[in-house]
């Protein structure tokens, strides 16, 4: 659908979001990659970081074979590094990387070892510049994340309403309950960034999720790229799933594709939050083929409620399984304080 050529105005997004993230001339900046990389983010990176005057080195991993016999999609887990350590410690040494692997580096030792190192690193998710260039966050979108992030810091419960039936209750209460988010640019050593950004998001400890969520016909199973046309009920004890309900294909392929984990960490909560970005739209995915997006536009949609099962590290949960199921008019409570009203953000600067 879109032509996979270099546009001068896609080199101009991403040294905008290069610059952001406090790339300077003469910086050493590592651009990663694999070989099953979208090439042509690939390419921009290092025409935008060369125009920026870094001195920018390819760090290009050969695609590994796969564990599974079903696709694995969209579980921020990438196996390309495979701890392999001259990579990782040029990653560490290198002021900022941009990460064009298919899945990114998120939710891996490998990244907490180079973020811990006081890299900077960026996500750039896998969808096509056309997509990136629509969705590029401005710098007020870090004080906005902040300010949500504050929120749950002082708040002790967090609970998600719905027209639906959603009435899920996180306790937030604990010391281990670390609010995080993406600003979609990293300026900062240690700071992560991912490209959509604009979401606020938390990996509840263990034993803190308990509740019902409705996923309604239209809301998104990002691992599939598909709107739901029937509703799916996801029973959670603590921090569980225990039941998936409902009639239509939907729940059935919810649940028969997580059986194929064969691991019960697959059903656990991962992380949850919402999106903040007024740039991204809910129905942009549907004018794209697949090969063209992964999603990283609905996950940052204002106002969503985006929640995921699977690996969460502040849990000692770890597997390859992994749903970003984010839903729309939902209500997102934290104590007394409404941050998402029906699905419509509230401005957190006039609630405090
Ligand atoms: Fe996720």
């Not at 949500?148 to 998600?160: D, E, K, V, W």
């Not at 984990?261 to 059903?267: N, Y």
């Amino acid at each position: 659908m879109h032509a996979d050529r270099v546009e001068r105005k896609w080199i101009r997004a991403f040294a905008e979001v290069f610059e952001r993230s406090n790339v300077h001339s003469g910086d050493p900046v590592a651009i990663l990659s694999e070989t099953q990389s979208r090439q042509i983010n690939v390419h921009l990176s290092e025409l935008a970081l060369l125009e920026l005057g870094a001195k920018a080195y390819h760090v290009v991993m050969p695609t590994p074979a796969q564990e599974f016999d079903m696709p694995v999609r969209s579980n921020g887990r990438t196996l390309a590094l495979q701890n392999i350590r001259p990579v990782v410690n040029l990653l560490a040494e290198s002021s900022f990387v941009a990460d064009n692997t298919v899945e990114g580096m998120l939710h891996t030792s490998e990244l907490r070892e180079v973020l811990s190192r006081g890299s900077r690193y960026l996500h750039i998710n896998n969808d096509h510049p056309e997509v990136l260039e629509r969705v590029v966050c401005g710098t007020e979108m870090k004080e906005r994340v902040q300010e949500a992030g504050a929120l749950i810091q002082r708040s002790r419960t967090m609970r998600i309403t719905s027209a639906a039936g959603t009435d899920l209750t996180v306790d937030i209460s604990g010391p281990a309950c670390q609010s995080g988010g993406s600003w979609g640019f990293s300026d900062e050593p240690g700071i992560l960034g991912t490209w959509p950004g604009g979401m606020v998001s938390i990996f509840p400890p263990p034993g803190t999720v308990s509740g019902t969520v409705v996923m309604d016909q239209g809301d998104l199973n990002l691992t599939f790229k598909r709107y739901l046309e029937s509703p799916i009920k996801l029973i959670f004890e603590k921090d569980f799933i225990v039941s998936v309900e409902g009639e239509g294909a939907d729940a059935a392929m919810f649940r028969s594709y997580n059986e194929h984990w064969g691991d019960h960490d697959a059903w656990g909560i991962s992380h949850l939050g919402w999106g903040l970005n007024p740039r991204a739209h809910w129905e942009a995915m549907l004018a794209y083929d697949k090969r063209d997006t992964n999603g990283g536009e609905a996950r940052m949609f204002a106002g969503c409620f985006l929640f995921s099962t699977g690996v969460n590290e502040i849990a000692g949960r770890d597997t390859s399984g992994h749903y970003d199921l984010p839903m729309r008019n939902c209500t997102i409570a934290l104590d007394d304080t409404v941050a998402v009203d029906r699905g419509r953000l509230v401005d957190l600067s006039r609630a405090s």
